[in-house]
């Protein structure tokens, strides 16, 4: 059985920053919550991630981490149809037990007033196969990669998928497969087995719609001659933390320089805090985000600290 490509939601998207200490490893280092003991070794900090929301109707929330510094275009890709409005009304379209559930190629559009359809999403430009970018990961259960036609891997746009089990054969070098690994499943294990439609399970089941739905997962309620569009499993992407790309290098004495990839037409703060037990965010600066690098510089008097570059939508 193999992955399907087509050729052819409400976006919230919540407080998104980075945290940072003032003096960290080379590649940068941070966390967003449940951070660890600060103590003056930045080092014990860990790696930042995105992470997002997938919010997905009758099952619940899966929470995903994203691998922005390894497979930074396939994560900047996938984050761009989310931010765009792209994936508005996207479904699960495709799902198949003990495999993947897939998404990303198809929403739910209100037409004539009241009637609706099902349309493709709106595809980007493809990227090219980034499986020799970074740090490698294999398709392991809980994992998200994209979806390319097979023999053409350098043609991935919006369709993605979740494995539902190991599947390690998507991990061969060659045209057919390479299925890009871009993040994983960091909570919501137990609503992610939801969409695996085994015997036992009562919330979904996979009905053939006809077309490009001939496995579609719907609410366990739904037969074929009952079902409508309310019985899809639509998702609403939410944005929790959006990693920036935030460094701090010291520059000059009780001096630091502030760098970060910008979102276009964003406005952007600039906050520290000395520590974080006993201080809170201290505002230094706003500005406009304009979609390329952006740095601040900031004189300090305190030896050890923490920033965060943040914006509202």
Sequence with gaps: MKIKKFALLLI????ASRLHAQIPPPDGGGCTNDCPTYTNSPLVLSPDDSTIDLNIKYVGTIRLALYDRDKPATVHNFLNYVLSGAYSNNFIHYD???????????????????????VPVVENAPIANESGVGAFFTNLRGTIAMVHYPGLT???????????????????PD????????????????????LNPTSTNTTIKLLNLGGWLNS?????????STAT???????????????????????????????????SNKTHTVSFRPD?????WT???????????????HVTNSVTGFYRVSYQP
């Design 154 to 172: 350098n043609d991935t746009t919006c369709d993605w998928f979740i494995n539902l089990a190991d599947n390690t054969n998507f991990d061969m």
């Design 283 to 297: 505002t230094l600066w706003t500005t406009n985000g304009n979609g390329s690098t952006q740095t601040f510089q």
């Design 12 to 15: 919230s998207l919540a407080f």
């Design 216 to 224: 579609c997962p719907v609410n366990y309620a739904a037969t074929l």
């Design 175 to 194: 045209t057919n497969h390479s299925y890009v690994v871009f993040g994983h499943v960091i909570s919501g294990l137990t609503n992610l087995d939801t």
């Design 229 to 263: 569009y309310s019985n899809l499993l639509t998702v609403a992407y939410n944005l929790v933390t959006l990693d920036m790309g935030l460094r701090v290098q010291n520059v000059a004495t009780n001096t630091v320089l502030l760098s970060w990839q910008s979102v």
């Design 276 to 280: 974080l037990a006993n201080s809170s």
């Design 96 to 118: 198949a037990t003990n495999f993947v559930c897939q998404g990303g190629s198809l929403r739910v559009v209100t037409i004539s007033g009241s009637s609706q359809a099902v």
